[in-house]
Structures are given as C-alpha cells and as structure tokens.
C-alpha cells in the first residue's frame, strides 16, 4: 500500500479541473494506455497576456497520476507562459506534499504533458517518439534515452531502481537493465560523482534490488547474448542459455568453444564472473548435459 499524502488522496477522490476545453488553443498529450498511463492537457491561453486563463485534463492512470494531473492544472492556471515553462516534474510533487518515490513518473508525465501543450501554443511540432532520433531504450514502456538521461539530471538519481520510478523503464521484462546501468554510470561520471548502485547493487538502504524472475531471465539472456556470445562468435564459438533454476544458470557451449579444452575455465572466469558480477554473486553456471 502506497504512503499517500492527504494532498494526494484529495486531488484523488476530489480531482479539480476534469474534461475537455473545447476551444483549447494548447493541448498536449503524452503517455499511452499501452504503457498503463495517459494524460491529456487542454489549456486555453490569452494570446495577449501570455496567461493561461484556463485548464483541463484527461488521464488514464493510478491515484497518482490523477493527483498530478489535478494539480497541475491548479498550478498553471493564471500564470504565465514563462512562469509555467519553468515547472518541474518536482514542483508538482511538492505541490501535493510529495509523492511515493515509485509514482514520480507521474509527476514527469504532468510536467511532459505541460510541455507538449506548450510546445503546441508555439507552433512547435511535438515529436513523436518513432521521429525521435534518441533510440527507444525501454521497449515495455517505450522509453528513449534523452528522457532517461534528462530525469538522470534534473532529479539527481543515483540508482537504476530511481531511473524506474521516475520513468518506468526497467520496470518490465528487465531486459533494458544494463543499458539503464550503462547510462546512469555515463552520467554519473559526467556530474563526476559515483553511482549508487549496479544492478542488482545496493541501494540505499543496503538491501539488494529485487527482480522478478522473468526480469532476471531476461536481463540473463540479454547478457549471453549481447555481451559473451559475440566475443565467442569471433572466434568461431557460441553459447546460447538452456535453463535458469534458482541462481543455476545452464547454458550449451557450441561450435568451437563445445570441444575447446578451456572450455570450463570458459564458463568460470568469462559467464560465471560477468553473470555473478552483473546479475547475482550466487550465480553458479553449469554446461548443460545433452541426453
Ligand atoms: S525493455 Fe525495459 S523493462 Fe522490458
């Protein structure tokens, strides 16, 4: 059960400012119910004053999602273009006495909605993310990397697991894990601080981040398969994954590695290590045993 703030539960039960504006002259829409969230923003703006005179909203979502989309529109109406340009997804959160860490994706997809709208006053064309040049990095949730690099900046994160509350991302199969790791580090070293956690590392409490098994399977095979296979492939060999039990992870060894003499110092020191190190320190590999 979520922590709600009585802020949050309020715009919840009592959201302010639902529906359409039908002479909108802003909207902006973002999310997809594909990916469990939707909001729509309508604002009418005075093009004179440059003050939003009004503002309405349509969302699909959790509590939370609801909660931020309500404020936001409080929170716009009346001022000015510049004034709302500066809003940050951490405004809206404030504004509602803070949100559970794990639901700050919906302040962002409050403040994306406001920026899509404004982008529309302007003129400007909203890009959609299959225009996007930045690559899709979170296929579950179609996530791209300047949204992860920006929440990584703006919010201060130091951990995968934030990179997931605040965007989604890695929040599914688990599979875009290591890219989520990669980028964090890569920003990390760019700010010059150290980051938090590996996956599955610690976080801040010192317990280890939990995957589900099918996120542990995939972020596995994806490692096999990304990050050993090619290097095996090279030299004419390849690896492909037969089983996970537990922390047993059984793969078969082909081409040349399959009767290679250094074939188990292979799964010793090359798999074992980069799956103990990347998914779980009790990672035993195993060859499996053809019948
Ligand atoms: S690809 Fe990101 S969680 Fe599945």
């Not at 579950?140 to 990179?163: A, G, S, Y």
């Not at 700010?191 to 409490?205: F, L, N, V, W, Y």
Request: hydrophobic share 35%.
């Amino acid at each position: 059960m979520w922590n709600y703030t009585n802020s949050v539960i309020d715009h919840f039960t009592n959201p302010r400012n639902v529906g359409e504006i039908e002479d909108a002259n802003a909207v902006g829409e973002v999310g997809s119910l594909a990916c469990g969230d939707a909001l729509k923003l309508f604002l009418k703006i005075d093009p004179a004053s440059k003050k939003i005179v009004d503002a309405k909203f349509k969302t699909f979502g959790c509590a939370s999602a609801i909660a931020s989309a309500s404020a936001l529109t409080e929170m716009v109406k009346g001022i000015t273009l510049e004034e709302a340009g500066k809003i940050t997804n951490d405004d809206i959160a404030k504004f509602l006495g803070g949100l559970p860490e794990q639901k700050m994706h919906c302040s962002v997809m409050g403040r994306e909605a406001l920026e899509a709208a404004l982008s529309s006053f302007s003129g400007e064309e909203v890009k959609k993310h299959t225009e996007n040049e930045s690559p899709i990095i979170c296929k579950c949730f179609w996530v791209d990397e300047d949204k992860i690099r920006r929440n990584i900046r703006e919010n201060h994160l130091t951990t995968v697991e934030q990179i997931t509350n605040y965007t989604k991302a890695g929040g599914g199969c688990g599979g875009c894990l290591p890219d989520l790791d990669r980028i964090l580090r890569e920003e990390m070293a760019r700010a010059g601080a150290t980051a938090g956690s590996r996956i599955p590392g610690d976080t801040e409490t010192g317990k280890p981040k939990k995957m589900t098994t099918i996120q542990k399977i995939a972020l596995i095979q994806k490692i096999i398969s990304e990050e050993i296979a090619q290097p095996m492939r090279n030299d004419g060999g390849d690896i492909e994954l037969v089983d996970v039990d537990g922390n047993r992870v059984i793969v078969r060894l082909k081409g040349a590695c399959s009767h290679c003499m250094g074939a188990s110092a292979t799964l010793q020191h090359l798999v074992q290590q980069k799956l103990r190190e990347r998914v779980s320190p009790d990672i035993e590999v195993e060859e499996a045993r053809d019948a």
